[in-house]
């Protein structure tokens, strides 16, 4: 009996997973049955500017609140990093049920303070975000012949010296009737908090939300015929919404009226394909076209140059090992990196930083890798709200494993296999990165809390996030130090002398090559990067993650290129502290995503408001110069520490 009722279970979630693979295309997500007459609940979300860049609540504003009180949304803790703060609406719906003319509320006679941040969100040109299922409330507009997507609607707008306030809101909701089948199903809320699994036996209709838009309106409502009207009541006059035209002025001591009507239609659009409005990037050709044209050109070119290195390398071998001793030493003089060859393992300046560094770095990369691998995948969509931050957030705690095992790897290397100070090492990887950004990330707070904003990240989270720290990446980061210090690491070649090798003086100097290094894998990602910036900063949904893999394995196979390449060039010309500059040299791209950074804010965001917007666009620019010079450099440190290990253990030593 307990293995047919096991086998009963088995059958069921496998048919449960067939009917969610078959159905749906993205992973961790379900569509809502809702009947006629079902109510809906629409929230709202954080008012949002690309003019500030600094978030706020929507109840910071004079708005209506809903009757039963202000509730918050269960939130994730990348939600909370987002400066998301979703929270329950007034706005009542009802599945299929049109309705016009209703009276929301009427606020309190504004005050001086009221009226004066009422106008200072309009100037700023803040968004009102709301989410129905889910689905962020679209607007469109036309111009110049060609409809506009925006999400949200504006607060109010300033018409000469007047400004006016958007207290109508015309809502339409698109449906798409619910498909009925034979086998075991899911209904879920719009959230996904709540999911129950049953057998539909019964042939209700009942319709999904496939759409939610907005037009926004200013309407001046006639005093006199609001004095008996409760909340949801019916307005005795019709309302005409004009977009085009503005009448509801703000002003100190008035009140304001809000109002609005909602009405359902029925859509062809199918319920996984209700993102694809929010999808559609502007200028997708230059996107794709431009994008493959610069993966093609770098491709070639890092072949071309890999090619020519090989040749070159094996024909200088061969020429070695074949020469005597007579010719072997006439030949150094045209082949200076075998001069070098009882220097070029000598411990570099400051070796247990760049352990660290090169340890972050390759967890900083893996945890790039996992996200954007699993985000393609689909677990990490636009429809997860906050999904992707926490996944990055989990990916980096677990690979913490890495940098320890990488950091102690590495020190062992350097030190010829001691493994005294491994815990040493250890502990100040786990420390490094992770300390770095809750500096940053302290410093812009203070800011935020100063400016009373929700992107603020709540004391509460900034506890969380030190015990995630402490009690999940330090020890998984101890972890593997102390599993590398037990492991095989690598052994030298070749021996080194106690005195060290002179480097020859060079006409230009070394790090001038290095930094030039970096706009070769800079140009793999620069097109990439202005739309990825642009969804951070102005609002975009970003979305092509299986198009971004692609370049980011791309980047990396670049990175190892062009540092192998400087590390032979450098040995070349007898300079063998090829070290540090294996590091920056691919690592120097780091240096032309921060320019590249503040060109974006020059020129594309040059209506950035204050020296808090300034102040936090660059505090989070410069956090994700720091993790990308980590990982391009730890790429390029060990790809030159592995070929120089192969072409000295190549050579035959006497």
Request: charged share 15%; with cysteine.
């Amino acid at each position: 009996m307990g293995i047919f009722h096991r086998f009963k279970n088995l059958l069921l979630l496998l048919l449960l997973f067939i009917e969610i693979v078959n159905g749906y295309y993205l992973p961790g997500s379900f569509p809502h049955k809702y009947n006629v007459g079902d109510r809906l609940n629409v929230k709202v979300n954080s008012l949002t500017s690309i003019d500030t860049e600094i978030p706020y609540g929507y109840y910071t504003l004079p708005f209506c609140k809903p009757l039963e009180g202000i509730k918050d949304k269960a939130e994730n803790i990348g939600e909370l990093l987002m400066g998301d703060r979703i929270e329950n609406s007034p706005y009542r719906f009802r599945m299929f049920n049109n309705e016009s003319e209703i009276v929301l509320c009427k606020s309190n006679p504004l005050s001086s303070d009221e009226f004066k941040t009422l106008r200072d969100r309009i100037d700023e040109m803040y968004q009102v975000n709301l989410n129905l299922d889910n689905l962020p409330a679209i607007r469109y507009t036309k111009k110049d012949g060609y409809y506009l997507r925006w999400t949200g609607y504006p607060v109010g707008i300033k018409v000469n010296d007047g400004y006016y306030v958007f207290n109508h809101l015309k809502f339409t909701v698109l449906v798409h009737k619910y498909e009925h089948n034979n086998v075991v199903g899911v209904i879920g809320t719009g959230d996904g908090a709540e999911l129950i699994t049953q057998r539909n036996e019964t042939n209700v209709d009942g319709y999904m939300v496939v759409g939610f838009e907005v037009q926004p309106c200013s309407v001046n409502h006639d005093v006199s015929l609001l004095k008996d009207i409760k909340p949801y009541g019916k307005y005795s006059k019709p309302i005409r919404c004009d977009p085009s035209s503005v009448t509801m002025a703000v002003t100190e001591g008035r009140s304001v009226t809000y109002t609005y009507e909602v009405s359902f239609i029925t859509s062809d659009i199918k319920w996984p394909s209700r993102w694809d409005a929010y999808l559609k990037m502007e200028g997708a050709k230059v996107h794709w076209f431009s994008i493959l044209n610069s993966l093609m050109v770098i491709t070639f070119l890092a072949g071309v140059v890999l090619v020519i290195l090989l040749r070159t390398i094996r024909r200088d071998l061969a020429r070695y090992e074949e020469l005597d001793d007579a010719q072997t030493h006439m030949n150094e003089e045209l082949s200076g990196w075998k001069l070098v060859v009882s220097d070029v393992f000598r411990a570099p300046e400051r070796p247990q930083l760049l352990c660290v560094m090169v340890a972050d770095g390759c967890r900083i990369l893996g945890m790039a890798i996992a996200t954007i691998f699993f985000a393609a995948l689909g677990f990490m969509s636009p429809a997860s709200r906050g999904a992707l931050i926490s996944g990055m957030l989990m990916f980096y705690l677990l690979l913490g494993v890495v940098a320890g095992f990488v950091a102690v790897w590495l020190q062992r290397t350097l030190e010829a296999g001691s493994s005294r100070r491994w815990f040493f090492v250890s502990s100040r990887v786990a420390c490094f990165f992770p300390g770095i950004s809750f500096l940053i990330l302290t410093i812009l707070n203070f800011f935020l809390w100063a400016s009373q904003s929700t992107g603020a990240i709540p004391f509460t989270t900034f506890i969380i996030l030190i015990l995630l720290w402490f009690c999940i990446s330090v020890p998984l980061t101890l972890l593997g130090g102390l599993v590398a210090s037990r492991a095989r690491y690598l052994k030298y070649p070749v021996r080194t002398n106690q005195i060290p090798r002179e480097i020859p003086a060079h006409k230009f100097p070394s790090w001038l090559l290095v930094l030039g290094a970096g706009t070769l894998p800079f140009g793999t990602l620069f097109i990439e990067l202005f739309f990825i910036m642009s969804s951070i900063w102005l609002g975009r949904v970003y979305y092509v993650f299986g198009f971004l893999f692609v370049v980011l394995v791309l980047l990396v196979t670049v990175c190892a290129e062009v540092s192998l390449v400087l590390t032979y060039m450098h040995l070349c010309v007898e300079d063998w502290q090829w070290w540090w500059k294996s590091f920056y040299a691919s690592g120097s791209v780091a240096l032309y995503i921060f320019l590249y950074s503040i060109n974006y804010l020059v020129f594309d965001l040059k209506s950035l408001s204050g020296p808090v917007s300034a102040i936090i666009y660059l505090g989070y620019s410069l956090f994700m110069v720091i993790a990308v010079m980590l990982a391009t450099g730890a790429v390029g440190f060990l790809t030159s520490l592995f070929f120089v290990h192969r072409l000295f253990s190549s050579v035959k030593i006497d």
